[in-house]
Nanobody, 118 residues
């Protein structure tokens, strides 16, 4: 069974920074895309950023110029560097990956809590 395990969530003050990590139990080259979603209390899960197998990245407008997604194929890990965090960034952040072949199944991690508060 494929596992995605997030880490790095924490309580941080507004304007602070955090780096989230997502470790995969298999080679991340088997995914066509990987990314981060988030879900705030009472809200739907929303896309934050994605990175494709060839390294192309995509960000939603509200994190552009603040968040950076990256991948390390050798470590089977993706990262989300978050700068200038705002209270509205408070959410559970989920790692996601879509299979490159077969049923093109989506895989999800369990989530890591990010709280931005003074």
């Amino acid at each position: 069974q494929i596992q995605l395990e997030e880490s790095g969530g924490d309580l941080v003050q507004p304007g602070g920074s955090l780096t989230l990590s997502c470790q995969c139990s298999r080679t991340i080259l088997a995914f066509s895309s990987l990314g981060w979603y988030r879900q705030a209390p009472g809200k739907q899960r929303e896309l934050v950023a994605t990175v494709t197998a060839n390294g192309n990245t995509n960000y939603v407008d509200f994190v552009k110029d603040r968040f950076t997604i990256s991948r390390d194929n050798a470590k089977n890990t993706i990262y989300l560097q978050m700068n200038n965090l705002k209270p509205e960034d408070t959410a559970v952040y989920y790692c996601w990956g879509k299979d490159r072949i077969g049923l093109l199944e989506d895989h999800w991690g369990q989530g890591t809590q990010v709280t931005v508060s003074s």
